[in-house]
């Protein structure tokens, strides 16, 4: 206070003025915004007729401290007498002068005294006053009830969760991560079905819809042809990119980006993005022996893969479905085969070990798990796994202190394009992803090589084991959601872990009202593990509660022994 002026419209304030010179009508600019401020200011300071209160705040509302308005310090400079007192020392019937000023005010005393602090009387009297009055009544009655308010649903009922949900529920990976993140969020997405008011503007869930559609389509159309991502050149990247984009634009959300001639440029901007993902995707390609097996791949009832199928202590079923977007294949020396997944993503995205250790992100190690548990009736063998890893679609920004040459820029573009995520601790796999990495960082994958051709220390890389434990955890945790969902657990329960809340992106937060001040509603604090940690945790957890897991997990070191 005074508020600054937002620094919007096409011409800066110089412009402005000189176009207002030449005689055009102008909206009022900044210093004009800044100048009607002050005016308005002063018109409230003036209006006092027996006395003036200025108040300010010391800390946000999570705690944060706040600077002063410079309004206080030049108040303080006109009349130096003034001495500020903190409100912990304002109270009692002077600090009463409206009664919603009061209103609010009680509603802190009544709060007060449920935790059992005396109350004066003269706060029970206000609150006589407002009962008395029917113009306040109401307010004091909802005053009442909200001190006595829990912000906490009841569990669903058995016969509502049948209703619900049925004997037999069809399951994506992703609504199980919604449960570990906030049960009351999967019930108001799955149970409810509640769903964010679409309104005409092209969102980011649609712009990840579009980069998926393409990519899948350009791997299809090349896997009809005989030709791999390698084989294409940069022109033609760029007209198969071209080709996709005009084909896609008209279907995406009843044509918006050709509703608007700013839409149109934005399609010009994904046109370019795809390419410049088409381009670097067929480079990796060029420079791996891992080839795309399949595209979309789903697994489920009516998928190329079958669902995989729980069954809950209440005889209930849960079946799992999903769509991988991208599994590619290859073999080492002896032949052994190689899988691993690919996920496009649009936005910046890693594998965190903890996220997955508390069920917040299940789906890439679940993909690779139906992989391997169907790769023999669905390739005729076994095989091991090769890696989970995102690649993402999006057009970097490359920082620099002044012009790069063209060589720089590409060097640095592919940088931006090193997929993220895990791979199998081979130094055989890295250089089947990338057949030119024998020493120091590879420009495809998230790993370096040391002098010796081994890992470094600190490489996103699990072997065997670890993948089999993961595997089979994300198998428990999963069952587990399944169980308390049936069971019709609703708690408002969103998850915190180190500064990321389930709350942050939640479009239900006009539903759940979550507040941390009422009681009952805390944050689900997930303690932050070192990997070491969680390790030995879920060797423990395969060890004494999953004997058929365990036979598996024994299954696959004596094949890690073997190779």
């Known amino acids: 206070l005074p508020a600054r002026p937002p620094e ?78 903190t409100a912990e020392n304002l109270s009692g019937p002077s600090t009463i002068v409206h009664p919603r000023q009061a209103l609010s005010q009680l509603a802190v005393r009544l709060s007060e005294a449920k935790n059992g602090e005396q109350l004066p009387s003269f ?38 969760t049948r209703r619900l949900y049925g004997r037999k529920i069809r399951a994506s990976v992703s609504r199980m991560e919604r449960f570990s993140a906030c049960p009351f969020a999967q019930f108001l997405s799955y149970g409810l079905r509640l769903q964010k008011r679409r309104v005409y503007k092209l969102e980011l ?22 030709r791999q991502w390698g084989e294409l050149t940069r022109e033609e990247c760029y007209r198969l990119a071209e080709d996709e984009t005009a084909r896609l634009v008209p279907r995406l959300q009843e044509e918006i980006l050709l509703s ?14 795809l390419s410049r993902a088409a381009v670097f995707l067929a480079e990796q390609d060029r420079k791996s022996r891992f080839k795309p097996l399949g595209t979309e791949l789903s697994f489920g009832a009516d998928g190329e893969l079958p669902p995989v199928v ?4 209440n005889g209930s079923q849960v079946e799992l479905v999903g769509r991988i977007d991208r599994v590619d294949l290859a073999r080492g020396e002896g032949g052994k085969a190689y899988l691993r997944v690919i996920d496009y993503k649009s936005g910046r995205t890693d594998l965190s070990l ?100 081994k890992f470094y220390s600190n490489a996103p890389v699990w072997d065997a084991e670890r993948f089999s434990l993961l595997r089979c955890h994300t198998r428990r945790v999963i069952k587990e959601c399944a ?38 509603n805390k944050f689900r604090n997930l303690q932050a593990e070192s990997g070491e940690r969680i390790w030995t945790a879920l060797r423990q957890e395969l060890r004494y509660s999953q004997p058929a897991d365990n036979e598996r997990l024994e299954q696959l070191e004596e094949k890690e022994g073997e190779r």
């Open 8 to 85: 919007d419209g096409l011409f800066s304030e110089d412009e402005r003025e000189l176009l207002a010179e030449q005689g055009m009508e102008m909206a009022p600019g900044r210093r004009r915004r800044l100048l009607n401020e002050q005016f308005l200011l002063y018109m409230a300071l003036t209006r006092a007729s027996h006395g003036l209160w200025i108040s300010y705040p010391l800390a946000d509302e999570e705690g944060g401290a706040l600077m002063p308005s410079l309004l206080i310090k030049r108040l303080q400079e006109l009349f130096p007498a003034l001495n500020v007192e």
């Open 123 to 160: 706060w029970w009297d206000l609150y006589n006053w407002f009962a008395v009055r029917k113009e306040w009544a109401g307010q004091g009655k909802r005053l009442l009830a909200g001190l006595f308010y829990k912000n906490s649903p009841a569990p669903l009922t058995e016969e509502t």
């Open 205 to 226: 869930f649609d712009i990840g819809r579009f980069f998926h559609a393409a990519l899948h389509n350009l791997t299809v159309s090349l896997l009809e042809e005989g």
């Open 260 to 273: 608007s001639q700013r839409y149109r440029y934005l399609a010009k901007k994904l046109r370019d993005t």
């Open 310 to 313: 729980f069954t809950l202590r």
């Open 354 to 453: 903890e996220e997955i250790y508390y069920g917040l992100s299940l789906q890439m190690l679940t993909y690779l798990d139906v992989l391997l548990v169907h790769a023999r009736e669905w390739l005729g063998e076994e095989v091991l796994p090769g890696g989970v890893l995102y690649f993402r679609v999006h057009s970097p920004f490359i920082r620099a202190d002044g012009l790069l040459p063209a060589e720089k820029v590409e060097r640095e573009h592919r940088k931006q394009y090193r997929m993220r995520g895990v791979i199998l601790a081979d130094e055989e796999v890295a250089r089947l992803m990338d057949t030119g990495l024998l020493q120091g960082y590879s420009e495809i994958i998230p790993v370096a090589l040391d002098k010796n051709g």
């Open 483 to 520: 169980e308390a969902i049936m069971s019709g657990q609703v708690v408002i329960a969103p998850y915190r872990l180190k500064g990321e809340k389930a709350c942050t992106y939640c479009d239900f937060k006009p539903v759940c009202q979550f507040d941390p001040l009422l009681e009952g």
